[in-house]
């Protein structure tokens, strides 16, 4: 199965990653080099002072990342995370409602991919932004799908 076809069951709602479980990240739409997530905040994700924690939109956007470049990949490799650099543009709150988390490839090589993603909320106004830097891994033969 290739890399697209594995972010699009997320969207067909036929395969959850445990941390998507966990946060309710819905996988809404995906393409080659680009996916579209939804997230609605909750409480037990506030920080102290009654906003979202930081890590949570982190864990959003680089989840984004990860799916998009993911979708550019055959079914014998991976990607993991190696640099995420996260700029906080507007504070989240429970009240800010539904997350529209997009996440696209800038530049997609044999070994590296570099991507950028956003969280929106319903207005359409950025509150967080990503980019990231993925190296691509080989999925060893006895894993492959």
Known sequence: MSGLDQVRALAD????SPMM?????????????RVVMSATPR?????QVGVMHGGYIATLLDNACGAAAHSTLDGAHYCLTLEIKVAYLRPIHVSTGPLTITGWVQKAGRQIINTEAVVRDRQG??????TSTLIVQDIPEDRRS
């Open 13 to 16: 709602k036929t395969v959850h």
């Open 125 to 130: 106004r950025d509150l967080a932004t990503a």
């Open 21 to 33: 479980q966990l946060l309710e990240v819905s996988a809404v739409s995906a393409e080659a080099g």
């Open 43 to 47: 409480e037990d994700f506030n920080n």
